[in-house]
Structures are given as structure tokens and as C-alpha cells.
């Protein structure tokens, strides 16, 4: 018997090139916030109404004045998604390691279809809190597994920037989000407003369901086959054995055979999780820039939140919803944009990424602070937008750092800790907090003043960042790639490659 490997024609490239992959996750990521953005608009979210001394009432409008909700209710509103983060996106992390990706992402984006849509038929506080809640599942199972997929694909000299543009679509689907909510509760109803978005968002929900599937760097294909070869071995060689033993007792070993399979399947996967969480937890350089991220996060989430309410309060601004959209829209592009690039010509490395995180915090800081310290409206804007120009550079730079300081198989888990931790100690309390501080001082520009003092801290803490001993663990082996010829049977994730097959005769 001999064999031979015969080259076979190379197939045509996938529709999925690296740039429509990035264009789809984009389209999908700005969606996502765009309904953040609808939520937090004057014409969505509405106001109390209002009784004035002589006796003349106002009735309330959008959702706060439909259901009658306090501030503090109100920001949970804005909150409320991230129970179906918290509870998904570890699940979702783990399961990346089994299940096509793609599968999880159509699975997440059918009950984010679901639960937008259900928000539009709420009756009460409850039942939207709800759906709420189940519109964080969506974001768990997109916002952990795009980011690698796109760093698996980016060209090397502009990884940062390919992120930067993916995470361009936060503030600007913020901003779009608070220009489409004001329109939609203006001239129709605050309802419309859920029900377009589960339309625009149902054919990528669909999509995830029919793509092709496709490999994450860190994770090879072969070990997961493998695996699964050799468990049906055990189960063959096991079911053998019962066939020359006692024949009465066969269905039950095999019964208890399965069972114990199952089992230790679930406790291997168990285990692994916990190293993995061990493996992120231990490492300095995750945990600072998570820090920072977080205390970043708590005062960007209030000013996306209560930003364009807060602006009409303290500056009497009419269109708060559409000119913080616009600052927003055109600062968040220039600066995301302008962070990522800046890391690539600076030569995109940890210590250079907390540099930069660091200094453009700082000094955006400085500025936001001083905006507010302006009784002039346009001074107020003008420093405004440089301090969004700057604030929002970091988000290149950031995820770099999440995705670069870990393992490739760990990459999965790493954006999913960093997302649930930015929430849960970020924008999570962060909406509600602000809402409680302003019922108890009731000075918008007071409260505004106080949350922007929280983006020093994050500076500093980044800044500490520079100093820790740091790796770019990118192109390491992973579990499951013990040598180069494994790895260089691994499928890449999009590029096509000439097929090469064995002959025996």
C-alpha cells in the first residue's frame, strides 16, 4: 500500500471575507447600543408630569411618565440587562470551547429579538425590567466572541484599529440611538421604538443560525474530535465486553456506563472553568486594566444614561436628544478611531496601550470637569466634545490589552469577565446611583461634577499599568496545539487554503 498527497483545486473564498465579518459584527454591535441609546432618549424615556403652584398640570410622557417611575426605577431600567449578562456570558465563554460560535451568537440574538420586541408590549415596571433582563442575554453571547474573531482576522499592523472600529459602533449607536428615540417618541409612540429594533436585529439572528462555522484561534478543531474518538472507543470497547459477559446485565452497565460519562463530562467542563477564572484572576496586568475599565465605565454609563436629561435640566438645551447625539456620534467616530491608530503607529504593545489609556483619560477628564463648571452653554459644549474625544480613545487600546494579556483559549472568557465585571461595577450601578444622588441634592450640575471626578481614579490606575511586567501572549500554544503539525492543520478562521487529500492503493 502506498500514498500520495494530491493537491486539489483551491476552493472559492468564503462570502465571509475578514472585512464583511467585520462590517456584520459592527452592524450587530451598534444595534445592540442603539437600543441602550433609544432607552436613555428624552422622546423613549419620557418624564414625570408635572403640577405647577397655580394648579396647572402636565401629564407625563415615554415610559417614566407612563408607568410613573422615580429616578431610581428609572435607572434600573438602564440596568436591568445585566442580569442576562451576568448569568449568560460565562456560559456562553465556556460553551465557545464545544459549540460553534456562530450557533451561540443566532441563540443570543433570537431572545435579544424576543425580549426588544416584549419591551414594546410592557404593561408595567415589572414587565419590562424583564425584558430588559433578557435583552442582556443577546449581548452575552455577541460581545465575548466577536472581539477575538475580529483579532483573529485583523491585518497585524492594524489590529487595534479594526477594534477600534468595532467598538466605535458603542457611542456611536448610543448617539443614533438617542436621535432615532427622541424622533420615534415625538412623532409616534415610545413603543415603535422596540419593535423596529427586534426587526432590524431578526435577519443577523437568522444569520447566526446558517453560516458557515468557523474556528477561534486557541481552540483546534481536532482536539475536540479527538476527544470525541476516543470516548466512543471507551464506550466500544466497553460495550464489547458486556457482549461476551452475562447478556441480562448488558442494558443495565451500559445505562450506568452513560450515565457516568455524562457525569464527568459535566465535571470536566466545570473544572476547566474554574482554572480559567483562576488563570484571569492571578494575572496583575487583566486585573488593572479591568480596574480602570470599570471605574471608566461607571461614569461613561451615567453620561449615556442621564446625559441628555441632565443637559436639559442644568443648560435649558430643547434638542438635548439631538445635539448630545451628535457630539456623541462625531466624537465617539474621531476619538475610537483616533485611539486605535495612535496605538499602531506608537507600536501596539501592553505597556504602550496603558500609556495611552492613561493619558487620554486624564486629561479628557479634565475637560469634561471643566464643561460643567461653565454657565455658558456653548463653552459648556466646546469642552464637552473634547473631553469625549478623548474619553472615548481608550476603547482600542483597552480591549487590546483583554485580548493580548491571555492565552488565545482564554480570549473567549477574558472578554466576557471584562464585559460582565464593566457592567456590574460600571454602568450597572452606576444609572441608578446618579438617580439617588440627584433626589437627594437635586443640582444636575453638582451631580454631574461629582461623577466626573471618578474618571481621575481610573487614569491613575491605568497608569499603574505601565509599570507591571507585562506579555503579549497572542501567539502562544494553547491547550489542544502540542505541535506544529497540529497547528498547521487547524482550518484558518476565514482565508481559504489548498485542500490536500491521501490516496491508498
Not at 236 to 247: F, G, I, T
Request: with cysteine; glycine share 8%; aromatic share 14%.
Amino acid at each position: 500500500m502506498a500514498s500520495s498527497l494530491v493537491p486539489l483545486s483551491a476552493p472559492h473564498p468564503s462570502w465571509f471575507t475578514p472585512k464583511r465579518l467585520l462590517v456584520i459584527f459592527c452592524v450587530i454591535n451598534m444595534l445592540n447600543y442603539v437600543d441602550r441609546g433609544t432607552i436613555a432618549s428624552n422622546g423613549v424615556n419620557g418624564s414625570l408630569g408635572t403640577c405647577t403652584s397655580s394648579g396647572t398640570c402636565t401629564s407625563g410622557s415615554g415610559i417614566q411618565g407612563e408607568f410613573n417611575l422615580n429616578n431610581f426605577e428609572d435607572g434600573v431600567l438602564s440596568s436591568a440587562f445585566m442580569v442576562g449578562l451576568l448569568v449568560a456570558s460565562p456560559i456562553f465563554a465556556s460553551l465557545s470551547k464545544s459549540v460553534n460560535p456562530f450557533r451561540l451568537i443566532g441563540v443570543g440574538l433570537s431572545v435579544w429579538t424576543l425580549a426588544t420586541a416584549g419591551c414594546g408590549f410592557s404593561f408595567n415596571f415589572w414587565s419590562i425590567t424583564i425584558c430588559r433582563m433578557l435583552v442582556g442575554v443577546g449581548e452575552a453571547s455577541f460581545i465575548s466572541l466577536a472581539a477575538p474573531f475580529i483579532d483573529d482576522n485583523a491585518p497585524i499592523a492594524q489590529k487595534t484599529a479594526w477594534l477600534a472600529i468595532f467598538y466605535m459602533c458603542i457611542p456611536t449607536g448610543y448617539a443614533l440611538g438617542y436621535v432615532y428615540g427622541g424622533l420615534v417618541g415625538t412623532y409616534l409612540n415610545w413603543r415603535f421604538a422596540f419593535w423596529v429594533e427586534a426587526i432590524l436585529m431578526l435577519p443577523f439572528a437568522v444569520l447566526g443560525f446558517v453560516m458557515k462555522p468557523l474556528n477561534l484561534k486557541g481552540f483546534a478543531p481536532a482536539e475536540s474530535k479527538q476527544a470525541l474518538i476516543s470516548e466512543e472507543t471507551d464506550v466500544q470497547e466497553v460495550q464489547d465486553a458486556l457482549n461476551d459477559s452475562a447478556k441480562p446485565t448488558k442494558e443495565k452497565f451500559s445505562h450506568m456506563f452513560s450515565k457516568m460519562k455524562c457525569t464527568c463530562i459535566d465535571l470536566n467542563q466545570f473544572s476547566r472553568f474554574i482554572k480559567d477564572m483562576k488563570a484571569l484572576l492571578v494575572d496583575k496586568v487583566y486585573v488593572v486594566n479591568v480596574l480602570g475599565y470599570c471605574a471608566y465605565n461607571f461614569v461613561l454609563g451615567a453620561y449615556s444614561y442621564w446625559g441628555p436629561k441632565a443637559g436639559y435640566k442644568i443648560y435649558n438645551i430643547s434638542d438635548a436628544d439631538l445635539i448630545f447625539g451628535g457630539i456623541t456620534i462625531v466624537c465617539g467616530i474621531l476619538g475610537t478611531l483616533a485611539g486605535g491608530y495612535v496605538l499602531d503607529l506608537m507600536k501596539s504593545t501592553i505597556p504602550n496601550a496603558f500609556k495611552l489609556l492613561s493619558v487620554t483619560t486624564f486629561f479628557g477628564a479634565i475637560f469634561c470637569f471643566t464643561a460643567f463648571c461653565f454657565q455658558n452653554m456653548y463653552a459648556f459644549l466646546a469642552f464637552f466634545s473634547v473631553g469625549e474625544l478623548l474619553v472615548f480613545a481608550i476603547q482600542g487600546p483597552v480591549n487590546y490589552i483583554c485580548l493580548h494579556c491571555v492565552n488565545p483559549s482564554l480570549r473567549p472568557l477574558s472578554m466576557a469577565i471584562s464585559t460582565v465585571s464593566i457592567h456590574i461595577f460600571g454602568d450597572v450601578p452606576s444609572s441608578p446611583l446618579v438617580g439617588v444622588l440627584q433626589d437627594a441634592i437635586n443640582n444636575w450640575r453638582e451631580t454631574s461634577l461629582i461623577l466626573t471626578s471618578i474618571l481621575f481614579p481610573a487614569a491613575g490606575i491605568w497608569f499603574t499599568g505601565i509599570f507591571l511586567h507585562s506579555v503579549d501572549r497572542f501567539n502562544e500554544d494553547s491547550e489542544g496545539q502540542v505541535t506544529e503539525v497540529d497547528r498547521s492543520n487547524a482550518t484558518p478562521l476565514l482565508e481559504p487554503r489548498v485542500a490536500e487529500t491521501s490516496l491508498f492503493c
